[in-house]
Nanobody
């Protein structure tokens, strides 16, 4: 069974940092591109970042560019999102998602809550 399990969310002050992790199992993780997607309260889904299978092709949404870093450790079947200089508008549930085709995700985790507030 495909399983994606996000962790690392929590409450952080503006300007702070968090690192999210997504533990993958049930499929050949190293063969898939992965993305982070988020949903703020009352808002729709917003794509955050994507990384290809080898980790050498990376893209970010404009709202997080320069602040967030996506990475992966294929040996550990884990996807990461390092979030720095966090802003209140980053408050959202963050999901990792497996990419079937470009911008077409076929598997999602349950999400982890990130709250940026003083």
């Amino acid at each position: 069974e495909v399983q994606l399990a996000e962790s690392g969310g929590g409450l952080v002050q503006p300007g702070g940092s968090l690192r999210l992790s997504c533990a993958a199992s049930g499929f050949s993780f190293s063969m898939y591109a992965m993305s982070w997607v988020r949903q703020a309260p009352g808002k729709g889904l917003e794509w955050v970042s994507a990384i290809n299978d080898g980790g050498d092709n990376i893209r970010y949404g404009d709202s997080v560019k320069g602040r967030f870093t996506i990475s992966r450790d294929n040996a550990k079947n884990t996807l990461y999102l390092q979030m720095n200089s966090l802003k209140p508008e980053d408050t959202a549930v963050y999901y990792c998602a497996r990419e079937l085709t470009l911008f077409d995700f076929d598997s999602w985790g349950q999400g982890t809550q990130v709250t940026v507030s003083s």
